[in-house]
């Protein structure tokens, strides 16, 4: 179900409810708060966001919300601007205009400098994941907890044996990124973007190139990690069977716009470029062998939300 925008210019999720409180300072900063007809609390938000890249416009107005605590999964075609959508909430890319409200605090109005400290509260693994080649798998992941922390040596290690142990990587410290399967090295630069406990994680294409068991490591480490952390996620993917067991709401980007909702909202979706997109996916994962058509398989398989 998309998000509807009000006769104002303002955006509600779908069936939601927007919060809006001005400041009292003179209207010069506004502060958001935005609840979905759940109760969910958004914890990153975009509001009216316009870019443009090469005369195209890859955001025309966007404005989307992403739960605190929960797993969204940010679908769309290859160019419909997911991994632009994670690098402008990551600061690393600015809109051309419009607001990107990480807690609370628009970040399109930050200073390079300012912005650092917002990046403290997030971890990144952007597409291709990029350990430091010359660097061990134990220096890889302690190296977010030498520059940004003054934890001891003796706590690096516990708290990178720790990471490397809910991964799934109990026995590779000394071994170098290019020792690794391509799984592995997934794993081991998950453990490294929340490393330094983020309240926010994005995830740009985890699981791009991997096998099915490696597929479902990944996604259990990120459900694990979401679970038991309370960790927001925000997962870019083209893995819709995955996206189905882990998502709470899923974002599909389309013509520098997008419909959100959750996972049985966008199965149900009359949107064609939804239908087309999802019933392609699905067709490629699809067992020959299953007496069922993939559409209904997937339909009646329980999204698992998160906690
Ligand atoms: N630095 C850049 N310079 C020029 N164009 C760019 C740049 N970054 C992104 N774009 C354009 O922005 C659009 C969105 O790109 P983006 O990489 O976000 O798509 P995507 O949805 O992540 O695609 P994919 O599924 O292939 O990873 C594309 O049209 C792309 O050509
Ligand atoms: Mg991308």
């Keep these: 179900m998309p998000g509807v925008r009000l006769p104002d210019g303002r955006f509600r999720a779908a ?5 809006f409180t001005d400041d009292g300072g003179g209207g010069a ?3 958001i708060s935005m609840s979905s007809a759940e109760g969910d609390e958004f914890r990153v938000l975009l509001d009216d966001v316009r870019f443009q890249q ?4 890859v955001f025309d107005g966007l404005s989307c919300g ?8 940010v679908l769309g075609a290859s160019g419909a601007g997911k991994s632009t959508l994670l690098r402008m909430i990551g600061g690393l890319t600015r809109p051309d205009s419009g607001r990107v409200l990480i807690a609370g605090q628009d970040i399109t109005e930050l200073s390079e400098t300012e912005l650092f400290s917002v990046r403290d509260r997030l971890g990144m693994l952007f597409q291709g994941g990029a350990l430091l080649d010359s660097l061990t798998i134990f220096e890889n992941v302690a190296l977010p907890l030498r520059e940004h922390t003054r934890l001891s040596d003796p706590d690096i290690a516990d708290e990178v044996r720790r ?18 399967s391509g799984g592995m090295k997934r794993r081991a630069a ?9 309240e926010i994680v994005l995830v740009d294409e985890p699981f791009s190139g991997l096998d099915p068991v490696n597929v479902r490591r990944i996604e259990n480490v990120l459900v694990d990690l979401n679970r038991r952390l309370g960790i927001t996620l925000i997962v870019t993917s083209h893995h ?9 709401r899923m974002l599909f980007l389309a013509d520098g716009s997008a419909i959100y909702g959750k996972p049985d909202d966008l199965l149900k979706s009359s949107d064609l470029r939804v239908t ?12 020959p062998k299953s007496p069922t058509p993939p559409g209904l398989r997937l339909a009646s398989r329980a999204p698992r939300g998160a906690a």
Aim: proline residues 6%; hydrophobic residues 45%; without cysteine.
């Design 15 to 19: 069936g939601g409810r927007a919060n």
């Design 29 to 31: 900063k506004v502060a």
């Design 54 to 57: 090469g005369g195209h416009a």
């Design 66 to 73: 992403f739960p605190r605590g929960k797993i969204t999964v």
């Design 163 to 180: 990471r490397l142990e809910a991964v799934g990587l109990p026995d590779v410290d000394d071994l170098l990124p290019g020792q690794l």
């Design 190 to 198: 998950l453990a490294r973007a929340v490393v330094t406990d983020p």
């Design 240 to 248: 819709i069977a995955s996206t189905l067991r882990m998502a709470y």
């Design 276 to 287: 087309e997109f999802l019933s392609a996916e699905t067709q490629e994962t699809w067992q």
